[in-house]
């Protein structure tokens, strides 16, 4: 469905490589989508000798269109347009199909805004669908105080344009289906940290609270100290936790992988904790899934951080390796070590160490079994804590048979 405007019309001076350059230059993930297309906006409307543009998309209720970016429109016509019927025109009609189609008579243009529709200039508007995947998700108006000549190759062309327009606009819904479930994968994660780590703790706290009260009430003062011993050491372990808790949801996976984000942990780790940190390497592809180097980063941040607040030691090394289809990392010092030699996958509680230290073993038990790993943690050979866990590597598919 394509309106071909009166043969008295200028030609269409559109150069379609300057228009997918601004469609298809790089721009930070997390800017959104607006830049892109008032780049695009910007271009065409030069090039094509338009006196403005606008690019509306369907709105989640299906029965309006929003603008989400427009270029040389008038501040009422922009307000009066924010949001249109869907079935508002040729600009609906380019809603409902895939058309190239011109606004012949901009008087019902003019009862949206309740005034004379760009006063005497944009007397013509032309129409665009914004096509994915045998869907229109939009569409995008160019407006002329002269109508331009449009002959096949040119509506080849705004089509083309429509295309990649309607790619950006679905890449767009995909990232931010994506950052939804990022959210709300993190809000369980933290219901689940505070369950495992804070709420059982509390729940023990509040048991010994009654007891406390009875063994008080009673002046047993032998019972009286031990539950309120019982309490402050479970208060003291929220404490801990929820600092734990608070440094994991604060810390973020570095972007550039498990191994930068761990040679930026060593790279501070003298200073913050007066202990030298050296990461030793010897895999050169990881291939671990995204959500693997999440948690592998996350157990030896935790194993760090009961070196620095336990062991006293000087030293303390990280050592990557493989074993045929399993990654080896090896967290070590020299420091004072375990009373027990070995501690299981079961990771038992060690003696002489903090119980908000055990909490965090169980953390870093979980977190392995959550990517199909084993945790063992147990002394060195040579004294200190050794934390060895075993990941499952992604084994690449075969080529074809040659």
Known sequence: MTHSPHSSSTEFPVNLGAVVSA?????????GLEPLLERFLTAIVAL????????????????????VASQGLPAGVSEAERLVAIDCGVCGAAAGAVIVGWVKNVDSC????KHTYFGLECRHILAISLPYGGQVLGIYNL???????????????LRLIGQLLGLALHNAKIERERLRITVMKERQEMVNEVHDTIAQTLAYVRMRLPLLNEAMLAHDDERSLKYLSDVKQGVGEVHDNLREVMTYFRT???????????????AGFMDRVGISLE?????????????QEVQVFYIVQEALANIAKHSMARRAVVVIAKDQNLLEFLIEDDGLGMDEPAV?????????????????????????????GSLM???????????????????????PIQ
């Open 23 to 31: 469609l298809t230059a790089e721009h930070a993930p997390d800017s």
């Open 377 to 399: 943690v147990g002394r060195n050979d040579g004294g200190g804590t050794r934390v060895r866990l075993l990941v499952p590597i992604r084994l690449k598919p075969e080529g």
């Open 110 to 113: 003019a009862k949206q805004t």
């Open 279 to 291: 990461i030793r390497n010897s895999v050169p592809a990881l291939n671990l899934s995204d959500e």
């Open 252 to 266: 973020r996976m570095d972007p550039l992988g498990l191994l930068h984000a761990l040679q930026g942990v060593a």
């Open 143 to 157: 407006f002329f105080e002269v109508a331009p000549i449009i002959d096949p190759q040119m509506e080849v062309m």
């Open 48 to 67: 094509a000798g338009a006196q403005a543009g606008a690019v509306r998309v369907l709105a989640d209720d299906g029965k309006t269109m929003r603008l």
């Open 344 to 372: 299981s996958t079961l990771v038992t509680a060690a003696r002489g160490m903090e119980a908000s230290s055990h909490f965090g073993l169980e953390i870093m038990q979980s977190r392995a079994k959550r990517i199909g």
